[in-house]
T-cell receptor, first 115, second 110 residues
Framework: KAGVTQTPRYLIKTRGQQVTLSCSPI?????VSWYQQTPGQGLQFLFE???????NKGNFPGRFSGRQFSNSRSEMNVSTLELGDSALYLC??????????????FGNGTRLTVT | ELKVEQNPLFLSMQEGKNYTIYCNYS?????LYWYRQDPGKSLESLFV?????AVKQEGRLMASLDTKARLSTLHITAAVHDLSATYFC??????????FGAGTILRVKS
């Protein structure tokens, strides 16, 4: 069974640009969550999608947005990039909605560098 | 707001020694997870702890959960170099939102 797939693996962007990251969950998983990992702030929750609906959102500015498609694939978009957006962005998928009895399965992440 | 604290943040161990990583959290939750992360890699699930008194073991790692004390421990027995990594605990806040601790960097020296 294929794991969570994130593309691209690496991105270099310039301040002010926008970026779109993609995540394909494990087959059959309908919940997709996004996390940002930085050395200073650690792992922080961005948002979660289930059946194409955003269920939860973390404490990030509106420049961070996402969506989920009918096949459960998800994208996140960051507009007007800032240097502080440089991070590893991790996508995680899960079978269930109300608190997983199995862990979230994480992808390998997209390393975004903003210059 | 749920807060998760791990300690120590850095742990340098000799091979063969035992040690414990602690994870405290601030509000009620009955699901706690331990993950491992190798440099430049993603998060690998180690344990899911679902209820008070839960204990799980895999190889040289054993995790336990005390929901009344809001405390989980990850015990390392007879450490080996391959265990060197960063270990995170994460607590389920709601839905599928996890709140992570800061992580414990473990270095096992031979």
């Amino acid at each position: 069974k294929a794991g969570v797939t994130q593309t691209p693996r690496y991105l270099i962007k310039t301040r002010g640009q926008q970026v779109t990251l993609s995540c394909s969950p494990i087959s059959g998983h309908r919940s997709v969550s996004w996390y940002q990992q930085t050395p200073g702030q650690g792992l922080q929750f961005l948002f979660e999608y289930f059946s194409e609906t955003q269920r939860n959102k973390g404490n990030f500015p509106g420049r961070f947005s996402g969506r989920q498609f009918s096949n459960s694939r998800s994208e996140m978009n960051v507009s007007t990039l800032e240097l502080g957006d440089s991070a590893l962005y991790l996508c995680a998928s899960s079978l269930s909605l109300q608190g997983p009895n199995s862990p979230l399965h994480f992808g390998n992440g997209t390393r975004l560098t903003v210059t | 707001e749920l807060k998760v604290e791990q300690n120590p943040l850095f742990l340098s161990m000799q091979e063969g020694k035992n040690y414990t990583i602690y994870c405290n959290y601030s509000t009620t939750s009955d699901r706690l997870y331990w993950y491992r992360q190798d440099p430049g890699k993603s998060l690998e699930s180690l344990f899911v702890l679902l209820s008070n008194g839960a204990v799980k073991q895999e190889g040289r790692l054993m995790a336990s959960l005390d929901t009344k004390a809001r405390l989980s421990t990850l015990h390392i027995t007879a450490a080996v170099h391959d265990l060197s990594a960063t270990y995170f605990c994460a607590v389920l806040e709601y839905g599928n939102k996890l709140v992570f601790g800061a992580g414990t960097i473990l270095r096992v020296k031979s």
